[in-house]
């Protein structure tokens, strides 16, 4: 964990393989658990934990050249290209990170509090807790 100048408490999260470092403050707005298509094929697993906060609350601070960039400026997920370990997808036009929850080295304040798109989860996998469902998002 890091502060800032500012006294925000940065929290630093990186790749499987160390090449791509972040750090991202611990302000996240929300955060889920998605079980959607893609979430589930970008991380190969029943669903990806994710934390939700401004673009610009995020840094890159080792190997922003070692990013694989899938999709477009304003929606794209952000990988290793060394390791291809997904970091972030930057969602809602481009404003917003949803940062995977288990590249962070530090424990955010925040926890998931819903399951988001179980209407398409994977049928082999089963949610045990008792956090909210949604069909969709929220």
Known sequence: MVTDTKNE?????QCFCGAVHYTVADEFRYAMNCHCA?????TGSAF???A???????SVTKGADSLLI??????????????????YSV?????F????????????????TAHIFVG?????????DDLPQYDQHM
């Open 9 to 13: 408490r940065r929290l630093a999260g």
């Open 38 to 42: 893609n979430c589930r094929r970008t």
């Open 48 to 50: 990806k934990p994710m």
């Open 52 to 58: 939700g906060i401004e673009r610009g609350k995020l």
């Open 70 to 87: 899938f999709g477009e400026d304003n929606g794209h997920n952000a990988h290793c290209k060394t390791c291809g370990s997904l970091l």
């Open 91 to 95: 969602v809602r036009e481009g404003t």
């Open 97 to 112: 990170v949803h940062v995977a929850l288990g590249t962070l080295t530090d424990d955010p304040a925040i926890r998931p």
């Open 120 to 128: 398409s989860k994977a049928p082999w996998f089963t949610i045990t």
